[in-house]
């Protein structure tokens, strides 16, 4: 069961870092079916992960978004269409991704609660925000719901944060590729998208020639690492290339979708991070934009005890900022596609990477 505390200034936990928090009871009515992995009892597991962090964690209800912010992203006769199947009892949208009339509201909220967090941020009432949401929304595309996504989250909060002028870097470490967001921002400059994820895995696509098009040529970049792979070509991206790139470019905000299905112990993948893993991606991003500017996404994530101790770790990482590069004697296939992918980003931009040791 969700607790919410509301009252803001009756929600302090003893910890040096202000943590706003989204989510809503009406996430758990989103009934996907008995054995189905995206259940209610993710949130929970997600909330107690941020409990154990100790950080000051500010309890606030998602609430519903504005239409018109849908419309940022998603077509006017896709969300119709979404409301109509919900409202009329719902079902299977496809194999993946079934909805009821409750479905409704808890898409609202999860679409919401991004914009919802920027703005709260935007007025200096937080250090960073955490949205605990369902359905999660990395898959989304603008008139397709599919990947347990009906809307996407992350990419709406995006785009109302470049349509007032802002710069923006989303950073994917969700197991799977975030297609709906790529291809959302595959021709925006404003937006940079950088994905790390298992391939090929589903949805398909999320390989290291796919590099934006247009004047967005050169805002994607992908990390799509092979089955088994652990946590040192992650740690080595992120400190060799992902964090020059995103020091390069000089994002106004850090959008960050949190999926922990990349965990060993997840049912649904096949990567092999650990908890550590999760704190230290956290810890090297933490300084990449001024604070009050960082806002996570709950994306995937199918073990629960694994999710809870993974949140910590990020949370954890997020409040304490890491120093110095990875040094890496790896030459796994997964470390040489991280490398082929840094060179890709150091032809675009003309970036001196990182010495790998």
């Not at 996430?27 to 054995?35: E, I, K, P, Y």
């Not at 719902?90 to 509201?105: F, L, Y």
């Not at 400059?189 to 696509?205: K, M």
Request: hydrophobic share 40%; net charge negative.
């Amino acid at each position: 069961m969700i607790t919410l505390r509301g009252d803001v200034a009756g929600c302090v936990v003893s910890g040096p870092m202000k943590l706003l928090v989204y989510t809503h009871e009406a996430c758990l009515r989103h009934d996907t079916g008995l054995g189905h992995p995206e259940r209610p009892a993710r949130l929970a597991a997600t909330l107690a992960g941020i409990e154990a962090s100790g950080v000051d964690a500010i309890d606030l209800a998602a609430e519903p978004i504005d239409r018109n912010h849908l419309r940022l992203v998603h077509a006017a006769e896709y969300i119709d269409a979404i409301e109509r199947f919900c409202q009329a009892g719902g079902g299977p949208i496809d194999a993946d991704t079934p909805v009821v009339a409750d479905s409704w509201e808890a898409a609202l909220r999860s679409a919401g609660a991004g914009i919802q967090a920027v703005d709260d941020l935007g007025r200096s009432r937080g250090d960073a925000a955490f949205v605990v949401t369902r359905p999660p929304g990395h898959h989304a595309l603008v008139n397709r719901a599919m990947g347990f996504c009906l809307f996407n989250n992350i990419a709406i909060a995006a785009r109302y944060l470049t349509g007032s002028g802002n710069k923006v870097a989303i950073v994917d470490w969700d197991v799977h590729h975030g297609n709906g967001t790529q291809d959302t921002f595959y021709e925006d400059p404003n937006v940079l998208y950088i994905s790390l994820h298992e391939f090929p895995a589903y949805p398909g696509g999320g390989w290291i020639d796919e590099t934006g098009a247009g004047p967005g040529t050169g805002t994607s970049f992908n990390f799509p690492f092979p089955t088994g792979t652990d946590g040192g070509p992650y740690r080595w991206a992120f400190s060799q290339a992902i964090v020059p790139l995103l020091e390069e470019w000089g994002p106004d905000w850090l959008l960050i979708s949190a999926g922990y299905d990349g965990h060993r112990d997840d049912p649904l993948a096949g990567i092999a991070l650990v908890r550590e893993d999760y704190r230290e991606m956290a810890s090297m991003l933490s300084g990449v934009v001024g604070k009050g500017r960082t806002v996570l996404f709950l994306e995937g994530g199918y073990n629960l005890e694994a999710m809870t101790a993974s949140v910590t770790d990020t949370i954890n990482g997020l409040d304490r900022p890491r120093i110095g590069a990875v040094p890496s004697t790896d030459t796994s296939t997964a470390m040489r596609i991280a490398q082929m992918t840094a060179i890709e980003i150091g032809n675009h931009f003309g970036l001196t990477l990182h010495d790998s040791g």
